[in-house]
């Protein structure tokens, strides 16, 4: 069961970031107009594109993928943590939530800081920007706080059971990302306010980029756990099944924790004061990822394949067809599988990133984002679409209108991203730069930067990014109708999250408990940080403003 | 239901493989490292940062380019090489992080403020390079393209 008090705080988790996310997406798709030279101007409708470029990665990268990871912990820990979220803190932390979103808001949509999400420093953006999102991110630590006691009670009252994987999934997000945020958090409050306020001088820009790339990696598993979570425990029971190994389940979570942070140097492989060979040694820590990642696409595939032969399937892969992909009364499916799907590119062009010897051929071109569209936004955004739907028509007792409506939003998606980030992957690898409002530059046949080779891969970009905004409007026709639709109480009293049980249930001690995996997670970040740190302070970068 | 107690072969032959897949990835980024001399940048510090952009020919077909990026231009630019020509590029930038990335080449660096970036390229097909900043520096970031002319 979830608290009923929890109901109307998870709602305005789900609704709010949702509402900002009709202005994200409709950004998304003037982007891919502007760099194709659809759009040739610096701004459309009083946004101009670098503005517009910045909120979009803040809505949507930022913003909703926060709001969501704390809106679904919540449910999750109070469903499988015997109720016990308390609902005062719970709003607290949506309270603080919203009004760093608010405050951010303002700088970002009066033009006060077209900082793009990364926000690199020495660009300067209005104080109110990074308080805003100080305050966002505190907001989530306090969510995430209020669910440590209700746990530690549940561990004491529970002696003979393993926490339930899906509340194992949550802390796992939250333990990453509280982690994570701590350098980052560094940067804003003690390098960017007093700065941007003029109190001091300028920032060391070569430790703030260190600092905000300490974050920038694990930000991503912050996105990609609460999916895996739905992955886990909830796509097997949809497609009919049982999760193929909870032992599995629990091992990924456990080695996200340490394997999550001590890499963001791959982001940075092209920049000066931090030796190669540090870089190296991250880019090798990078590829251990592979390794929950290659167990998860076993365990999920397994699961998937129990189901289907349950269902009645055959064969080495006809059992596929066993699949509920078109089954309306189970709409949320797909959401996920596609999201699985995408996946599978995502990741195998993650590599190519991650791989030091490829670096210099892709970073920062627009195969950049034409991989994140394949991780970000297709399993994350996916699995975000398909549950906040699925959490805002159970929670509040109605059903889901036009579901094969939202059946089809999920294929309509990946066609949108699969064309989008072509068109991305083929201009990247000629160097088209990313961030660029291309269509007034190198798109604009009157200028003498003119490149008519990049031209395809942003007329394919663009035709794609306009079928994800064709997907949307549909999702939003789905959950505002849905919203309007007749309440029913006992339905919402009723409202649960499938919990998919497991076919191997092995019991390994190691996995059941957080504390040896966070020490290693902790030796494993200061192996592979404090060297460049020592480097980057021991340099002398002069503060720059 | 089989519920195992132990952990089943099968998983254990999923991680081994997972862990020999990672492994292989290494050893291939190790041998383009080391044997094909494939790198990223390093840390710079025999290079003072400067804030003049210049190009000097340290020997015959051999230059040094101080490169120094700035809202919304490279200079010096045009820069001028003969064909077959090795450049040493040090970058650096004088106000925000730019990009530097020069088309048909292996040259991709980001410009940072006080930090000296380096890469080195030869050229060895004449013609115009175009010189791409490839990291959001401003309202004109689209504008900032300089240029290599590599003569015959």
Not at chain 1, 115 to 136: C, S
Not at chain 1, 256 to 278: K, M
Not at chain 1, 349 to 355: K, L, P
């Amino acid at each position: 069961m979830i608290q009923k008090d929890l109901r109307a705080v998870v709602l305005i988790e789900l609704l709010l970031p949702l509402a900002l996310l009709i202005f994200g997406v409709y950004h998304g798709v003037l982007q891919v107009l502007y760099r194709a030279g659809l759009i040739q101007d610096v701004s459309f409708f009083g946004i101009d594109y670098y503005q517009g470029l910045t909120a979009h990665g803040v809505i949507n990268a930022i913003v909703l993928t926060t709001f969501f990871a704390v809106a679904f912990g919540n449910v999750v820990i109070s469903q499988t943590l015997g109720q016990s979220v308390p609902a005062r803190g719970a709003w607290t932390g949506c309270a603080l939530m919203v009004v760093g979103t608010l405050v951010a808001a303002w700088p970002i949509f009066t033009g006060r800081a077209s900082v793009l999400y990364t926000f690199y420093a020495p660009m300067k953006a209005h104080p109110l920007f990074y308080i805003g999102v100080v305050l966002l991110v505190v907001g989530s630590w306090v969510s995430f706080w209020i669910w440590i006691p209700g746990y530690l009670r549940w561990r004491k009252s529970h002696p003979e059971q393993k926490t339930p994987l899906a509340a194992v999934g949550i802390f796992t997000t939250f333990i990453i990302w509280q982690m994570c945020t701590l350098p980052v958090a560094y940067e804003v409050i003690v390098q960017l306010i007093p700065w941007s306020l003029g109190w001091t001088p300028g920032v060391n820009v070569v430790l703030s980029r260190l600092l905000f790339w300490f974050f920038g990696h694990p930000l991503v598993y912050f996105w990609l756990l609460p999916a895996y979570v739905m992955y886990y425990t909830i796509m097997p029971q949809l497609a009919g099944g049982r999760l193929y190994s909870d032992f599995y389940g629990r091992l990924v979570f456990m080695a996200f924790i340490v394997l999550s942070t001590p890499l963001g140097l791959h982001h940075q492989f092209t920049e000066p004061a931090v030796s190669s060979g540090y870089k190296a040694l991250h880019a090798a820590l990078t590829f251990l990822v592979a390794v929950p990642s290659l167990i998860t696409a076993f365990t999920l595939a397994a699961s998937l394949e129990h189901g289907a032969r349950a269902n009645g399937g055959t064969g080495l892969f006809a059992w596929w067809g066993k699949l509920p992909h078109f089954d309306a009364q189970r709409w949320l499916f797909p959401y996920l599988f596609m999201g699985l799907v995408i996946f599978i590119l995502g990741g195998v062009t993650g590599i190519v990133n991650a791989s030091y010897s490829m670096a210099n051929l892709v970073h920062n071109t627009s195969w950049i984002p034409a991989h994140f569209h394949l991780t970000v936004a297709g399993p994350v955004f996916l699995a975000i679409l398909g549950m906040s739907l699925y959490l805002c028509a159970g929670l509040s007792g109605k059903k889901v209108a036009a579901p094969r409506v939202a059946l089809a939003v999920p294929y309509l998606w990946t066609l949108g991203t699969f064309t989008f980030s072509a068109g991305l992957f083929y201009g990247g690898l000629r160097g088209v730069p990313r961030r660029t409002n291309l269509g007034i530059s190198f798109l604009d046949p009157t200028s003498n930067t003119f490149r008519p080779d990049w031209v395809t891969g942003e007329h394919v970009g663009a035709v794609g990014g306009c079928v994800m905004g064709l997907a949307v409007a549909l999702y939003f026709y789905v959950l505002i109708r849905s919203l309007l639709a007749a309440r029913s109480e006992q339905a919402a009293d009723s409202f649960v999250l499938p919990e998919a049980a497991p076919y191997h249930d092995e019991d390994v001690a190691v996995v059941r408990n957080f504390r040896p995996w966070v020490v290693a997670a902790i030796i494993a970040i200061l192996v592979a940080y404090v060297p460049p740190l020592v480097q980057v302070l021991n340099g002398e970068y002069r503060v720059t403003g | 239901m089989s519920v195992a107690q132990g952990i089943p072969d099968v998983e254990k032959k999923v991680t081994v493989a997972a862990l020999l897949f990672a492994g292989a990835m290494l050893a291939l980024i190790a041998y383009a490292a080391l044997r094909l001399g494939i790198s990223v940048p390093g840390c710079v510090t025999n290079v003072k940062p400067f804030t003049k952009g210049e190009l000097i020919q340290v020997a015959p077909g051999r230059y040094e380019a101080h490169v120094v990026s700035k809202m919304f231009a490279f200079k010096p630019s045009p820069l001028k090489v003969p064909k077959g020509s090795v450049v040493d590029f040090y970058l650096t930038s004088a106000d925000v992080v730019h990009g530097f990335y020069i088309d048909g080449t292996d040259v991709n660096l980001m410009a940072i403020p006080n930090a000296v970036n380096y890469a080195q390229a030869r050229f060895d097909a004449p013609g115009k390079y175009q010189v791409i900043c490839h990291e959001f520096c401003g309202l004109s970031h689209q504008d900032m393209v300089g240029e290599i002319e590599v003569t015959p």
